[in-house]
């Protein structure tokens, strides 16, 4: 079995109807929208009934373009609803997004960084902020941050992590990884 069908509708829709493969790709691409859509009812909203209309095309483009299906596909979508022109999404997803981003960063990265903060260009002067416990009995935070400062050029999301519990004066900011 081709395990690009996991991910790629187009390539599970190619399986033929009633095998297994075909059940083993649909249970695959169920997960993704749980993955990708829990965290984001706003989202989902945005494009009912079940947020299917995006989520389809969204994983067939980060199949093609083989983006990481780690944290940030949450911002890649963000980007993604922006470059389709998909006005109907609101602040409120956008947020959404960013928000899944960070948790799933504070869930998953294994570096010795503290915190995450992420930057979205079409929203100056805020960001979300994602900081790991640093107990086992302590759960992880992710909150909206004010950035008055921010000077960042260009658009799409920036990111800048930190290796202490308190954010540096001065970020050192990176365009969000593949």
């Not at 187009?10 to 075909?22: C, M, T, V």
């Not at 900011?173 to 593949?178: A, E, G, N, R, V």
Request: proline fraction near 6%; aromatic fraction near 10%.
């Amino acid at each position: 079995m081709d395990y690009g069908c996991l991910i790629s509708p187009a390539a599970a829709r190619g399986l033929p109807e009633g095998s297994r493969e075909r059940a083993l790709a649909r249970l695959g691409l169920r997960q993704w929208w749980h993955i990708v859509l829990d965290p984001c009812p706003a989202l989902v909203k945005s494009f009912p009934p079940d947020g299917l209309a995006i989520l389809d095309p969204f994983l067939q483009y980060a199949f093609e373009r083989k983006l990481s299906m780690g944290w940030s596909l949450h911002g890649h979508l963000l980007l993604w609803l922006e470059d389709n022109h998909f006005a109907s999404f609101s602040e409120d997803a956008a947020t959404e997004l960013l928000a899944a981003a960070a948790a799933r960063w504070t869930n998953t990265d294994q570096s010795e960084d503290k915190a995450i903060l992420l930057h979205f260009h079409a929203r100056p002067g805020t960001g979300i902020a994602g900081w790991k416990s640093r107990a086992a009995a302590e759960e992880n935070r992710v909150v909206l941050v004010d950035l008055p400062g921010a000077r960042l050029e260009g658009r799409g999301i920036s990111m800048a992590a930190c290796t202490d519990a308190q954010y540096p004066e001065d970020f050192l900011w990176s365009k969000l990884p593949q």
